[in-house]
């Protein structure tokens, strides 16, 4: 779709500002996914957690844990990557 939109500088500015922080907060969440990845291997690894793994991935809608071998991955489930 091509088409042109007016708007003032005012808010040019403002939605420029919240592009930004919405990629800085992009970035802080997949940091966020990655410490808590580590916590959780290092979790599995010191007690038997799967039964809470399962419990937790039967009530969640929106992501998932994944053991790939003593590994935790954080999988969102609209999301695959």
Same mark, same amino acid.
């Given at each position: 779709?091509?088409?042109?939109?007016?708007? =003032?500088?005012?808010?040019?500015? =403002?939605?420029?500002?919240?592009?930004?922080?919405?990629?800085?907060?992009?970035?802080?969440?997949?940091?966020?996914?990655?410490?808590? /990845?580590?916590?959780?291997?290092? %979790?599995?690894?010191?007690?038997?957690?799967?039964?809470?793994? !399962?419990?937790?991935? $039967? /009530? =969640?809608?929106?992501?998932?844990?994944?053991?790939?071998?003593?590994?935790?991955? %954080?999988?969102?489930? $609209?999301? !695959? $990557?």
């Amino acid at each position: 779709m091509k088409g042109t939109v007016t708007i =003032s500088l005012e808010d040019y500015e =403002s939605l420029k500002a919240a592009e930004d922080k919405a990629t800085k907060l992009i970035g802080n969440n997949k940091i966020a996914a990655k410490e808590l /990845q580590v916590f959780l291997t290092f %979790i599995c690894t010191r007690a038997d957690v799967e039964p809470f793994i !399962k419990e937790f991935n $039967n /009530q =969640s809608t929106t992501s998932k844990i994944i053991m790939d071998g003593n590994r935790a991955r %954080i999988e969102l489930k $609209n999301d !695959k $990557n």
